[in-house]
């Protein structure tokens, strides 16, 4: 594994884009792959970074690293992307050390989401990661930090509402239709995406709306049938979507394909949809939104509806606040005693080895238990030790040297 050494948490950045400052069609230039993902750190140890990770959603696209500057993370970023890095550093936030940390805790919360507590982030925060961390680019500091994001992600869902109620972009998507479309029920829908948030999309089409009445399309086949099984619905291979896209009235895209899947002669003459874009970059072929058949709703629009849920959820935040504190504490404590490793250990070898000058008698019974006490004592001593430089966050020379007079003349002296 790369990025085992301890590393400073002041070269530690946050570079990234979200909703608050760019629509879906911007964000969908900075949008990564898998196959992107890989180029990407295939490309990472030429800029001399071998600690990082990429979160890649509908809603974000960010990148997390040690670096000497934020501006190698994006450069690194953007040569895998359509869009360029000017253009990202125009529009992006760049957080360093611990505020790039908290950052991530809040990602991870749903506090930065931009449906309020929505949950789907923990699962792509755990995939990118993983992605990551099967190719050597998660050292012990970054899987330390996910580690405790995760907990405190998990603590704030069982412990306070802010997820409370079912609002994601995709349950925000069924809410849509039922509110927007008469006889929804009755309507022929399109699934094409069975990922994760397609997944979850489907299951909420047959739970809320209790309709049957859906066509899955994926391009792995397997998957789109069993979905199907699983929940009773009808399936069709991938170079059969033309077919059902013209004859569907619903059709939702949640496919992260990088170029346009519906063109404008796909659905121009085929009657009235209403098409749920949940794919960043867009699904659509440009124009195509304004043709006079077509109703069209992207993430964007979806993730701006409020209702009395969101309410709940806000007045859930300072409580969510709190657990973050204490989990973001017990990691900088983490950190910080990281920092002192090289320090106590040679703290330890030097007492072992007057220990060991002290024991070099003819070998007793005696000498063995008082050899077990020396080594409860040193333990005792460096236990202190790490006690004090946590707390006084001073050079570990000071301790060594008190250290060594109380081996020495059975004294200590004030630190």
Same mark, same amino acid.
């Given at each position: 594994?790369?990025?085992?050494n301890?590393?400073d948490?002041s070269?530690f950045?946050?570079?990234?884009?979200n909703y608050?400052?760019?629509?879906?069609?911007?964000?969908g230039?900075?949008?990564?792959?898998n196959?992107? $993902?890989e180029?990407?750190?295939?490309?990472?140890? #030429?800029?001399?970074? =071998?600690?990082?990770?990429?979160? =890649?959603?509908c809603n974000?696209?960010?990148? $997390?690293?040690?670096?000497?500057?934020?501006?190698?993370?994006?450069?690194?970023?953007?040569?895998k992307? #359509?869009?360029?890095?000017?253009?990202?550093t125009?529009?992006a936030?760049?957080k360093?050390?611990?505020?790039?940390?908290q950052h991530?805790?809040?990602?991870?919360?749903?506090?930065d989401?931009?449906?309020?507590?929505d949950?789907?982030?923990?699962?792509?925060?755990?995939?990118?990661?993983?992605?990551?961390?099967?190719?050597?680019f998660?050292?012990?500091?970054?899987?330390?930090l996910v580690?405790?994001?995760l #907990? =405190?992600?998990?603590?704030?869902r069982n412990?306070?509402?802010?997820?409370?109620?079912?609002?994601?972009?995709?349950?925000a998507?069924?809410?849509?239709?039922?509110?927007?479309v008469p006889h929804?029920?009755?309507?022929?829908i399109?699934l094409?995406?069975?990922g994760k948030?397609?997944?979850?999309t489907?299951?909420n089409?047959?739970d809320y709306? /209790?309709?049957?009445?859906?066509?899955?399309v994926?391009r792995?086949l397997?998957?789109? #049938?069993?979905?199907? /099984?699983?929940?009773?619905?009808? $399936?069709?291979? $991938?170079?059969?979507?033309?077919q059902?896209?013209?004859s569907?009235?619903?059709?939702?895209?949640?496919?992260?394909a990088?170029s346009?899947?519906?063109t404008k002669?796909?659905?121009?003459?085929y009657?009235?949809?209403?098409?749920?874009?949940?794919?960043?970059?867009s =699904?659509?072929e440009?124009?195509?939104?304004?043709l006079?058949?077509?109703?069209?709703v992207?993430?964007?629009?979806?993730?701006?509806i409020?209702d009395?849920t969101?309410?709940?959820r806000?007045a859930?935040?300072?409580k969510?606040?709190?657990?973050?504190k204490?989990h973001?504490?017990e990691?900088? /404590?983490?950190?910080?005693?990281?920092?002192?490793?090289s320090?106590?250990?040679?703290?330890k070898?030097?007492l072992?080895?007057?220990?060991?000058?002290?024991?070099?008698l003819?070998?007793?019974?005696?000498?063995?238990?008082?050899?077990f006490?020396?080594?409860?004592?040193?333990?005792?001593?460096?236990?202190?030790?790490?006690?004090?430089m946590?707390?006084k966050?001073?050079?570990?020379?000071h301790?060594? /040297?008190?250290?060594n007079?109380f081996m020495?003349t059975?004294?200590t002296?004030?630190?």
């Amino acid at each position: 594994m790369q990025g085992n050494n301890i590393k400073d948490i002041s070269t530690f950045y946050i570079a990234g884009i979200n909703y608050k400052k760019t629509d879906a069609s911007v964000r969908g230039q900075f949008a990564i792959n898998n196959a992107q $993902y890989e180029d990407l750190l295939l490309a990472a140890p #030429q800029s001399g970074i =071998s600690e990082l990770f990429v979160l =890649s959603t509908c809603n974000r696209t960010e990148i $997390y690293g040690f670096a000497e500057d934020p501006g190698l993370l994006i450069e690194l970023l953007c040569t895998k992307t #359509q869009g360029d890095s000017n253009t990202f550093t125009s529009l992006a936030y760049i957080k360093k050390g611990v505020h790039a940390v908290q950052h991530l805790f809040n990602v991870a919360a749903g506090l930065d989401s931009q449906i309020l507590g929505d949950y789907e982030i923990v699962g792509q925060i755990k995939q990118s990661v993983k992605f990551s961390r099967e190719r050597n680019f998660i050292g012990s500091f970054t899987e330390r930090l996910v580690n405790a994001v995760l #907990q =405190s992600s998990k603590m704030i869902r069982n412990q306070t509402g802010l997820s409370g109620g079912t609002v994601s972009v995709s349950f925000a998507a069924v809410q849509y239709i039922k509110q927007n479309v008469p006889h929804c029920a009755t309507k022929r829908i399109l699934l094409l995406g069975v990922g994760k948030i397609g997944r979850n999309t489907c299951k909420n089409l047959v739970d809320y709306l /209790e309709t049957k009445n859906i066509t899955l399309v994926n391009r792995s086949l397997e998957k789109a #049938q069993a979905l199907a /099984e699983e929940l009773g619905l009808r $399936y069709a291979p $991938y170079k059969q979507a033309g077919q059902f896209i013209q004859s569907s009235d619903i059709i939702i895209v949640a496919t992260n394909a990088t170029s346009p899947i519906l063109t404008k002669k796909d659905i121009k003459n085929y009657g009235h949809k209403l098409i749920i874009d949940l794919s960043v970059p867009s =699904s659509l072929e440009p124009g195509a939104r304004e043709l006079k058949n077509i109703d069209f709703v992207d993430v964007d629009e979806l993730s701006s509806i409020k209702d009395k849920t969101i309410k709940k959820r806000a007045a859930e935040v300072p409580k969510a606040q709190s657990i973050i504190k204490c989990h973001l504490e017990e990691f900088l /404590e983490w950190h910080e005693m990281r920092k002192h490793v090289s320090v106590l250990k040679a703290v330890k070898i030097k007492l072992m080895e007057i220990t060991t000058d002290r024991l070099l008698l003819p070998l007793t019974s005696s000498h063995v238990n008082t050899a077990f006490g020396q080594q409860e004592k040193i333990q005792q001593v460096i236990n202190v030790l790490a006690v004090k430089m946590r707390r006084k966050n001073q050079r570990g020379c000071h301790y060594i /040297e008190a250290i060594n007079d109380f081996m020495a003349t059975g004294s200590t002296k004030s630190a």
